[in-house]
């Protein structure tokens, strides 16, 4: 009875053995592929549980979702030979498992480092048809279509499927920095100095039609006096005539009453006559007096 229940449990641990060894699975979330003496035999396998023959075939298995690689600190040259100091990442998964050992030998680490080489190249021609300025500001997500279009197409070869390429960060080196406040600093002063003379330009048209403006208002308004001093005069010559055609005597004697005002109107004024003077002849006429 006990070596039969030995023997039993002999075969029972070689078909657990067996079992183990023959029967593997594959997760959704991995790749497997199978090997016969180090040649690939099969590498297209669907999640679940497939079999092997043991110590003939071998499996490796191999991530399949999305990878991310960063990388810091690289520096590209534009196409005006600055350095931009440029941090990026790179969304990646293994679409081909069979072609992905052969070409990096199932090697995550060797396969970013194929395909940051390769962004990087990338990366460095895009910028080098730029300049500093089309690099940082509005150019930048046509370099990042263009770089992604280019990693597509070469990724394949490393079985390899690029999901996105984003640049993180780009930074000017310190030389570069320097250069470019410079010329931000000129650019600046430039259009400054174009602003003030547009504003003097301004400044002197305004001024100048300004004084147009005041010239011809004070020649209308010496126009206009001169018409009214004209119209007074006339009225005041007719109104002298009116009054002298009235009554002669009195506008004689209101005329003298003038002249007399105009002559001595100061409290100081001394008026020096002969008793026969004209001046008096309307006092003497009226008062009977003789000369």
Known sequence: MSSRFNLLLVFIVLGVILVRTTVFTVDEREH???????????????????????????????????????????RFLTGEKKNLIVDYFITWRISD???????????????????????????KAEFSRRTVVEVVSAERSAIMAEMLVQAKQRAPELGLEVVDVRVMRIELSDEVSDSVYARMQQERARVAAQLRAEGSEDSERIRAEADRQRTIILAEAYRDAEIMRGEGDARAAETYANAYNENSEFYAFYRSMQAYRASIGGAQDVLVLSPDSDFFQFLQEQ????P
Not at 99 to 115: C, K, P
Not at 287 to 290: D, H, I, L, N, W
């Open 32 to 74: 497997a592929v199978k090997f016969r003496f180090g040649e690939i035999v099969k590498s297209d396998y669907e999640p679940g549980l497939h079999f092997k023959i043991p110590f003939v075939n071998t499996i490796n298995k191999y991530p399949d979702r999305v990878l991310t690689y960063r990388e810091s600190q690289e």
């Open 97 to 123: 498992p069979a072609q992905y050992f052969r070409a990096v030998r199932g090697d995550e680490q060797f396969a970013q480092q194929r395909l940051s080489a390769i962004i990087r190249e990338g990366i």
């Open 287 to 290: 008062t009977g007096a003789t």
